[in-house]
């Protein structure tokens, strides 16, 4: 009896697999997941589609549209089941519990990827190099590591990204949005992983140790980078003169050296630099912003390095040292320079005679030796230079 209700109740079945259904329109929708048809195609970018309601919602990625709105915050989305998710953070409401651990999730797919940090479970292998993962984007993610592939491209200046969520970040350096904020100080961040850094310099919390020296440190990476100076590891290496960087946004700098980039420019001058902080401290030549003062004397400076190196003439400080003969310096550059009485080096030589000197204002002074101040006349021989000078005279 149930079963002839039942096949009243849905009349249209798969030839195939024997699923039923209630409407024929639902049964030929069925069938295409067997006929791999795909009869609905995006019109920008060509994509195939296997119900036109997939094909609409994919639309929204080119057109920018969301339609669903959060009726607490208005946040909006261009999925129904991505603002109801979203609307679970002002409920606080996790309806997903784990079954080992007991932690709770908002979101059912972020639960099972979860258990497999129980299970250990990996079931989804990179074909090129062999490496595991526990999720299956994960995975594709991976493999543009190989194929060198990037589908998201910024519709603002073109930039290409390997993952959707790095070209979102991306695009929030044009439109200046920052949606995470500190509960605490209010402070707005751009990324939700900066939002929960800073946080951190309000708890203290620095949950990631080293295990050579027991330094602490925020951010996991930043361990890592920092076992490098035990290590000795410099992995990233200049392919022009083979010079090694520890990071690798350094050798980035570095290679700006070679290519003579000079990508960030003063908005005021035009002047142009190879870092984004030297534009900062060159814009306070404009400005003249002096914000780093001597506690003792009050003298200003530009640059807290500069106010740093005053203060040692009030406190005496001498940091470096001659490994020779132990003589102390107060700056870096005059140890150095000192360093040259024993090593006997003179890097800076004279364009006209050749002399060598130890220092540079040394050879600019000397220099002047070879040039009429009058004239600009220029001489090999001092006494030559001397003898003409009185030419003027008379």
């Not at 930039?159 to 959707?164: C, D, L, M, N």
């Not at 003439?313 to 001498?318: L, R």
């Amino acid at each position: 009896m149930n079963n002839k209700s039942e096949a009243k109740e849905k009349p249209y079945s798969c030839e195939v697999c024997g699923s039923s259904f209630l409407k024929k329109h639902t049964l030929i929708k069925h069938m295409r997941i067997h006929t791999g048809e795909k009869p609905y195609s995006c019109e920008v970018c060509g994509t195939p589609f296997t119900k036109k309601e997939h094909m609409l919602r994919h639309r929204r990625t080119h057109t920018g549209e969301k339609p669903y709105s959060c009726e607490v915050c208005g946040s909006s989305f261009s999925r129904k089941e991505s603002m109801l998710q979203h609307m679970l953070t002002h409920t606080g409401e996790k309806p997903y519990p784990c079954k080992v651990c007991g932690s709770s999730f908002t979101v059912k797919q972020h639960m099972l990827n979860h258990i497999q940090t129980h299970t250990g479970e990996k079931p989804y292998s990179c074909e090129v190099c062999g490496s595991s993962f526990t999720r299956k984007e994960s995975m594709l993610r991976h493999m543009r590591t190989h194929t060198g592939e990037k589908p998201y491209s910024c519709e603002i200046c073109g930039v290409s990204f390997t993952t959707k969520g790095h070209m979102s970040q991306h695009i929030r350096t044009h439109t200046g949005e920052k949606p995470y904020s500190c509960e605490v100080c209010g402070s707005c961040f751009a990324q939700k992983r900066s939002l929960m850094l800073h946080i951190q310099t309000h708890t203290g919390e620095k949950p990631y140790s080293c295990e050579v020296c027991g330094s602490s440190f925020t951010r996991k990476h930043t361990v890592m980078k920092h076992m490098r100076i035990h290590t000795g590891e410099r992995p990233y290496s200049c392919e022009v003169c083979g010079a090694s960087f520890t990071i690798k946004h350094i050798l980035i700098k570095h290679m700006r050296i070679h290519t003579g980039e000079k990508p960030y420019s003063c908005e005021v001058c035009g002047s142009s630099f190879t870092q984004k902080s030297h534009v900062f401290l060159h814009m306070r030549t404009h400005t003249g912003e002096k914000p780093y003062s001597c506690k003792i004397c009050g003298f200003p400076f530009t640059k807290k390095e500069n106010m740093l190196i005053h203060m040692r003439t009030h406190t005496g400080v001498k940091p470096y040292s001659c490994e020779i003969c132990g003589s102390s310096f107060t700056k870096k550059e005059n140890m150095l320079i000192h360093m040259r009485t024993h090593t006997g080096e003179k890097p800076y030589s004279c364009e006209v005679c050749y002399c060598s000197f130890a220092e540079k204002r040394s050879m600019l002074r000397h220099m002047k030796t070879h040039s009429c101040e009058v004239c600009g006349a220029s001489f090999t021989i001092k006494q030559s230079m001397l003898q003409h000078m009185r030419s003027h005279e008379t």
